[in-house]
Nanobody, 118 residues
Framework: VQLQASGGGLVQAGGSLRLSCAASGRSTYAMGWLRQAPGKEREFVAVISWRGGSTSYAESVKGRFIISRDNARNTVYLQMNSLKPEDTAVFYC??????????????WGRGTQVTVSS
């Protein structure tokens, strides 16, 4: 499975961005978004089951971020609203088990930078 994330950029606090992750190969994995801020460990953001019926979010993004997928296009999305400066990080999409642990995702994309200015 190869993953390519896109959609990152610079946005002001309170703004929105939508990340996309295009997958090639097997599409029956759960898909997740994780992020890593400078000097911090990689952390879970959101995950969606392969059929899209189940989702889970980190507490820090609940109510602001929405994960979705279009299996016909082999693409997963992360709609990010009400962005805060503390959301600044490199965001990675990953494929694997339905889990909130980074260790359970066996396939990773390269990451896309999200920067939120105050």
């Amino acid at each position: 499975v190869q993953l390519q994330a896109s959609g990152g950029g610079l946005v002001q606090a309170g703004g929105s961005l939508r990340l996309s992750c295009a997958a090639s190969g097997r599409s029956t994995y759960a898909m997740g978004w994780l992020r890593q801020a400078p000097g911090k460990e990689r952390e879970f953001v959101a995950v969606i089951s392969w059929r899209g019926g189940s989702t889970s979010y980190a507490e820090s993004v609940k109510g602001r971020f929405i994960i979705s997928r279009d299996n016909a296009r082999n693409t997963v999305y992360l709609q990010m609203n009400s962005l805060k400066p503390e959301d600044t990080a490199v965001f990675y999409c990953a494929a694997g088990q339905y889990s909130t642990s980074a260790a359970d995702f066996g396939y990773w994309g390269r990451g896309t930078q999200v920067t939120v200015s105050s």
